[in-house]
Structure formats: structure tokens, C-alpha cells
């Protein structure tokens, strides 16, 4: 199948690691949802090869990288290249930290991307640069 659709909701219920790329059957990169509970200590971690891509959906989040602390909330970003140990946990004292994390290794790609409407290209090339059009 060359798309799938989902929600963190039908991922699972409850705390711990929601398994994105298992349910979606992405393979190209690494990807999961994770919920912590108010207060919640994440894990002192590094990896082998993977780089990770933290976003902040829902809650605030407090990572823990290279002697630096920082506090993000919904619509932070945190990358964190594979062997720098790392630490997330959730800084709320009342509230359930949701974080979308994206893994892998290898590089970007390039541009490879293709209009498969012609006239979607002039678009493109216009869009963030003015006020959309309709």
C-alpha cells in the first residue's frame, strides 16, 4: 500500500511508546509517540546510529542534552544527533507530556519531490512567500 492513515488516539491508550511505524508500515525512518504522566522522569539514552527528531504535541517537556536544559512546550522541536545522551521527561505537574519522535540515519535526500499537477508548480514556488491564494 503506498499511504495509511492514523491517530495517536487509535495507537493505544494509556503511558509508554505508541508504535508509529509498526502501525503505519513506515520504512524508511523510525517513528513513535511516546506519553509520559505528570512528572515523569524520562531515560538518560544515546544510540548507536539513529538520530532523533523530538516534537512537543501536547504537555511540556524538559530535555536534558550535552549539560544544557531546555523547556519546550507544544510545537518545540529538540534534534539530537545518535551518540549525544539525551533525557526527556515531562516537566508538568499536571499534565500528560505527548512527544512525536522521528529516528534515522543516513541523511536527507535531496529535493525529490514532483508536482503530478503542472499547475500546482508556479504555486508551489509562490507559497510562504505572500498571501496564499485561494
Do not use: W
Not at 511508546?17 to 544515546?46: D, S, W
Not at 536534558?64 to 549525544?84: I, M, Q, S, Y
Amino acid at each position: 500500500m503506498g499511504h495509511s492513515f492514523s491517530s495517536i488516539e487509535e495507537l493505544g491508550e494509556g503511558y509508554g511508546f505508541r508504535k508509529v511505524r509498526r502501525a503505519l508500515g513506515v520504512t524508511a525512518f523510525g517513528a513513535n509517540v511516546i506519553v509520559y504522566p505528570p512528572e515523569y522522569q524520562g531515560f538518560h539514552h544515546y544510540h548507536d546510529e539513529q538520530d532523533e527528531l523530538y516534537f512537543v504535541h501536547a504537555g511540556s517537556a524538559r530535555f536534558e542534552v550535552d549539560g544544557e536544559e531546555r523547556l519546550l512546550g507544544p510545537g518545540g522541536f529538540c534534534h539530537v544527533e545518535a551518540t549525544t545522551p539525551r533525557r526527556v521527561s515531562n516537566a508538568s505537574e499536571t499534565d500528560d507530556l505527548v512527544l512525536f519522535v522521528v529516528g534515522g540515519k543516513d541523511g536527507y535526500v535531496e529535493r525529490d519531490g514532483h508536482m503530478v499537477d503542472d499547475s500546482d508548480i508556479a504555486r508551489r514556488a509562490e507559497f510562504g512567500r505572500s498571501e496564499p491564494t485561494a
